[in-house]
């Protein structure tokens, strides 16, 4: 069992950045690939980023890639998402996830755990 807890949401002018932070708790973190989603109103919910377990493989998606990073520390039980040149397309609540099946994916139905979500807000 994983438990997650989203943060560092906020609003954020068009161009500007944010990391977003995903505290875990239980004691296999480490055993988890982890995944962030966003979802905006009206929208289903979007892959973003998915992380192996530790650390050494990382999977964007296209919408995404070149300008947000995903990473891990399992000492600290956290991974976060840095995100950088932000477009006001990029307004969505925010989840970090976790696959019971422990391996990276890129489907919403393949992870079982998610946090509350932070939302992020990007004004033009």
């Known amino acids: 069992q994983v438990q997650l807890v989203e943060s560092g949401g906020g609003l954020v002018q068009a161009g500007g950045s944010l990391r977003l932070s995903c505290a875990a708790s239980g004691r296999a973190f480490s055993n988890y690939a982890m995944g962030w989603f966003r979802q905006a109103p009206g929208k289903e919910r979007e892959f973003l980023a998915t992380i192996s377990w530790g650390g050494g493989r990382v999977y964007y998606a296209d919408s995404v890639k070149g300008r947000f990073t995903i990473s891990r520390d399992n000492a600290k039980k956290t991974v976060t998402l840095q995100m950088n040149s932000l477009k006001p397309e990029d307004t969505a609540v925010y989840y970090c996830?976790?696959?019971?099946?422990?391996?990276?994916?890129?489907?919403?139905?393949?992870?079982?755990?998610w946090g509350q979500g932070t939302q992020v807000t990007v004004s033009s």
């Open positions: 996830a976790a696959p019971k099946s422990g391996v990276m994916a890129t489907k919403s139905q393949e992870y079982d755990y």
